[in-house]
Nanobody
Framework: QVQLVESGGGLVQDGGSLRLSCVAS????????MNWYRQAPGKEREPVAG???????NYANFVKGRFTISRDNAKRTLSLQMSYLKPEDTAVYYC?????????WGQGTQVTVSS
């Protein structure tokens, strides 16, 4: 059983920065892929960024150049450094882990960007 716990969300002004973290516990298998998603009120959950076990990354176009995803496999931690935040980035941010096709989600952390 894998569990993910996100933290680091909060209220920030337009143009500000936040760093989200996601800590994994339980049985972690090497070769997994971890991702950040977000869901704004009334909208579908959408992918934000992903990172392979070896560190290859991919980003949604709307965050390129502003957000950076990273991971520390030894600490079982996934991070998302968010800079130049905009009001439209307001959402609940979720991490997930894909291990051999099985996906586990965290509970989410709220990010609110005020204008």
């Amino acid at each position: 059983q894998v569990q993910l716990v996100e933290s680091g969300g909060g209220l920030v002004q337009d143009g500000g920065s936040l760093r989200l973290s996601c800590v994994a516990s339980g049985r972690i298998v090497s070769g997994n892929v971890m991702n950040w998603y977000r869901q704004a009120p009334g909208k579908e959950r959408e992918p934000v960024a992903g990172i392979s076990y070896g560190g290859s990354t991919n980003y949604a176009n709307f965050v390129k150049g502003r957000f950076t995803i990273s991971r520390d496999n030894a600490k079982r931690t996934l991070s998302l450094q968010m800079s130049y935040l905009k009001p439209e980035d307001t959402a609940v941010y979720y991490c997930n882990i894909n291990q051999l096709g099985r996906i586990t989600w965290g509970q989410g952390t709220q990010v609110t960007v005020s204008s």
